[in-house]
């Protein structure tokens, strides 16, 4: 669907390069994460794929043909969620969304979407009076409005509360169950542990990481056990080699002999994976 080579992007008046030389693709059906801490240049990257950023270095190919060479026609299958909210505080939720999708030949029906998201009793309230959650469900229900095939989401939960941010993710899943593709950026682990099939890791511009999480997990976790035990008052621990666990009398002799207090297997998740890849906390 898309495929990016040696991208490379600097802000006018700004000294060095955001986006200094990557590569990455994903194909039609893939949720694919774009993920790395703030101010690294994941919206850069969102931005440079929509063409609202333009004069960049490296190639950009759209089903097999220079994204440039496209016309505006190119937006009709595109459905982006902004980092902002894009939205007019002074019109209603209704407005906002009939607007937006007049300007494209084919749309989506409006009801369904207000609905799911909770937003349907609020649909005739100004914009101006909703709250921040709010007004982020209103903006994911934009980026739907034009029926797109493709989804950009810049930090779609962000400023949501769980419950919102389970319904997001639903709605997420099942537009790629239906065909579509997803690019999401976020700093969200958990978010991407549930939805992404391929992710890349992006620190200072430069791509750090390209796999699934299922392999991330694996390559970066370690093959072991930990154990806690009581020991008369004391807790005492032991480690013990996963390939070799069932030749293992010691393990066993603990487990049978001992009071345990924990059991845990060494494979890392995400955030530890975030942190090693990219030098910082995800949640920074
Ligand atoms: N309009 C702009 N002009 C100059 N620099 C910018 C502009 N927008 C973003 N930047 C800088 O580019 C870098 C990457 O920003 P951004 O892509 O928004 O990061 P992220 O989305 O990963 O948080 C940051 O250092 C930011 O300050
Ligand atoms: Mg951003």
């Given at each position: 669907?898309f495929k990016?080579s040696?991208?490379?992007f600097?802000?006018?008046?700004?000294?060095?390069?955001?986006?200094k030389?990557i590569?990455?693709?994903?194909?039609?059906?893939e949720i694919f994460?774009?993920?790395?801490?703030?101010?690294?240049g994941k919206s850069?990257?969102?931005k440079?794929?929509?063409r609202i950023l333009?004069?960049?270095?490296?190639e950009?190919?759209?089903?097999?043909?220079?994204?440039?060479?496209?016309?505006?026609?190119?937006f009709?299958?595109?459905?982006?969620?902004?980092?902002?909210?894009?939205l007019?505080?002074?019109?209603?939720?209704?407005?906002?969304?009939?607007?937006?999708?007049?300007l494209?030949p084919?749309?989506?029906?409006?009801?369904p979407?207000l609905?799911?998201?909770g937003?349907?009793?609020?649909?005739n309230?100004r914009?101006?009076?909703?709250?921040k959650g709010?007004?982020?469900?209103?903006n994911?229900a934009?980026?739907?409005?034009?029926?797109?095939e493709i989804?950009?989401l810049d930090?779609?939960?962000?400023g949501?509360d769980p419950?919102?941010?389970r319904?997001?993710?639903d709605?997420i899943?099942g537009?790629?169950?239906?065909?579509?593709?997803v690019?999401?950026?976020?700093?969200?682990?958990?978010?991407?542990?549930?939805?992404c099939d391929r992710?890349?890791?992006?620190?200072?511009?430069e791509?750090r990481?390209?796999?699934?999480?299922?392999n991330?997990?694996?390559r970066?976790?370690?093959?072991?056990i930990?154990?806690?035990?009581?020991?008369g008052e004391?807790?005492?621990?032991?480690v013990?080699?996963?390939d070799?666990?069932?030749?293992?009398?010691n393990?066993?002799k603990?487990?049978?002999?001992?009071d345990?207090?924990?059991?845990?297997s060494?494979e890392t998740t995400?955030?530890e994976?975030?942190?090693?890849v990219?030098g910082v906390?995800?949640d920074?």
């Open positions: 669907m990016v040696d991208l490379r600097k802000y006018p008046g700004n000294k060095e390069d955001t986006i030389g590569s990455f693709g994903f194909d039609k059906g994460g774009f993920l790395g801490p703030s101010g690294m850069t990257t969102q440079l794929l929509t333009k004069n960049y270095g490296g950009i190919i759209y089903r097999g043909k220079d994204l440039k060479s496209y016309d505006k026609s190119i009709k299958d595109v459905g982006v969620g902004f980092e902002m909210p894009v007019f505080t002074k019109l209603t939720a209704m407005e906002n969304l009939k607007f937006y999708r007049d494209y084919k749309g989506a029906k409006i009801k979407i609905e799911r998201l937003l349907w009793e609020d649909r309230k914009v101006a009076a909703f709250s709010m007004k982020s469900r209103l994911f934009r980026a739907l409005i034009n029926d797109p989804l950009f930090e779609p939960t962000s949501l419950t919102n941010a319904i997001v993710k709605m899943s537009f790629r169950e239906n065909g579509g593709t690019f999401l950026t976020t700093h969200l682990m958990h978010d991407v542990d549930e939805l992710v890349a890791f992006i620190a200072d511009g791509i990481e390209i796999s699934s999480p299922k991330l997990k694996l970066y976790g370690k093959r072991e930990r154990l806690e035990y009581r020991e004391r807790l005492e621990k032991a013990f080699d996963m070799t666990l069932k030749e293992n009398e393990f066993f603990l487990l049978r002999g001992k345990l207090v924990t059991i845990h060494g995400l955030d994976i975030f942190i090693k990219t906390k995800s920074e």
